[in-house]
């Protein structure tokens, strides 16, 4: 295990970051702006989890908005607590709630996998439930 490189980043954080990191029971959510250290704070409490309990790798699941994201997290996690890191899930929250749908989609009473639209499907789909229905224009500034 290379604690030293965990040992080194959990110095660096701030009293807040390190509150994140050390809450090992039950879910956590960082809010916080761009360039704040999120993806490190939820790195460094996932390596902590697995060095402080019994919880298996594969029982974790960390979910973000970008694929930059889960890239960053995946390398942190490695480097901080070794290969049981390649053991978390780590995804996306829109690969996430796909990979579910594909999965269950019988139960969400869905005939056939559905597909995801592209850009140019996307927009006809929206024009074309602006164009067909009627719609009251409502405001509050009266």
């Known amino acids: 295990m ?29 809010v916080a702006g761009p360039g704040t250290g999120k993806t490190q704070i939820l790195t460094l409490r996932i390596g902590n989890i697995l060095q402080k309990t019994d919880t298996e790798a594969e ?3 960390c979910l973000t908005f970008t694929n930059s994201g889960v890239s960053a ?11 049981r890191g390649r053991e978390v899930f780590i995804s996306t929250f829109h690969s996430f709630a796909i990979k ?3 999965k269950y989609y019988e139960l969400l009473d869905f005939k056939q996998i559905p597909k995801l639209l ?3 499907e996307a927009v006809f789909l929206v024009d074309e439930i602006l164009n067909d229905n009627e719609w009251e224009h409502k405001s509050s500034l009266q």
């Not at 997290?73 to 290969?83: A, N």
């Open 73 to 83: 997290m995946k390398e942190r996690l490695e480097k901080y607590i070794g290969s």
């Open 118 to 120: 592209d850009d140019d």
């Open 2 to 30: 290379t604690n030293e490189e965990f040992e080194g980043a959990y110095k660096n954080l701030n009293t807040k970051q390190r509150e994140a990191v050390d809450a090992i029971d039950g879910p956590v959510m960082v």
């Open 59 to 61: 029982s974790i699941l």
């Open 100 to 102: 579910l749908v594909e």
